[in-house]
């Protein structure tokens, strides 16, 4: 998502490719999997609570903030779709399947549940969860110039205290 010099906000990317996705990825395997498979259960449950958590989002769109029963449902919908994620993978990490990557948990999985533990304070919507990629870059090239001619140590110790004078000053301004 990014702002144009002239125009409304708009999602590109990956984002607008897979905006609505959901429900018809859901009606498609409610009529294709096999009810005697547990994965297939689980990923059927997956895509329930994914949908759950777009309607949630949608009908809050306009809102700064969920009210809390919303707040509560939305994370109830986020933390079950991370947990059965999590199963997922470690199922898919016992197969031939592992190499592929299937259900793997990212940072983008750990922001999503932060963002749904701070909804009722903040729409979900309004956070990026795509920062992780920018901050790993910026905490690798900081890890980077500090630990230049310092002990294995030091070299940590000294990157956070630069981390944190850094975000010292952007707070202050």
């Given at each position: 998502m990014f702002v144009r010099k002239s125009g409304p906000v708009k999602l590109r990317g990956k984002a607008a490719e897979i905006k609505c996705l959901g429900e018809p990825l859901l009606a498609y395997w409610s009529s294709c999997y096999d009810e005697t498979n547990e994965q297939h259960q689980q990923v059927l449950y997956l895509l329930q609570m994914s949908c759950r958590c777009e309607e949630?989002?949608?009908?809050?769109?306009?809102?700064?903030?969920?009210?809390?029963e919303d707040a509560a449902a939305f994370q109830e919908a986020v933390f079950?779709?991370?947990?059965?994620?999590?199963?997922?993978?470690?199922?898919?990490?016992?197969?031939?399947?592992?190499?592929?990557?299937?259900?793997?948990?990212?940072?983008?999985?750990?922001?999503?549940?932060?963002?749904?533990?701070?909804?009722?304070?903040?729409?979900?919507?309004?956070?990026?969860?795509?920062?992780?990629?920018?901050?790993?870059?910026t905490v690798q090239q900081l890890t980077q110039a500090c630990t230049k001619g310092n002990t294995p140590l030091s070299g940590p110790m000294k990157s956070l205290e630069h981390w944190r004078i850094a975000m010292h000053l952007e707070w202050q301004s």
């Amino acid at each position: 998502m990014f702002v144009r010099k002239s125009g409304p906000v708009k999602l590109r990317g990956k984002a607008a490719e897979i905006k609505c996705l959901g429900e018809p990825l859901l009606a498609y395997w409610s009529s294709c999997y096999d009810e005697t498979n547990e994965q297939h259960q689980q990923v059927l449950y997956l895509l329930q609570m994914s949908c759950r958590c777009e309607e949630i989002i949608f009908e809050n769109k306009s809102a700064l903030a969920f009210s809390d029963e919303d707040a509560a449902a939305f994370q109830e919908a986020v933390f079950a779709y991370g947990h059965l994620g999590h199963l997922l993978w470690c199922h898919f990490q016992e197969t031939d399947l592992k190499k592929q990557g299937l259900f793997t948990c990212t940072s983008k999985t750990h922001a999503i549940c932060h963002s749904a533990l701070l909804s009722r304070y903040l729409n979900p919507r309004l956070v990026w969860c795509f920062i992780g990629e920018d901050m790993m870059s910026t905490v690798q090239q900081l890890t980077q110039a500090c630990t230049k001619g310092n002990t294995p140590l030091s070299g940590p110790m000294k990157s956070l205290e630069h981390w944190r004078i850094a975000m010292h000053l952007e707070w202050q301004s």
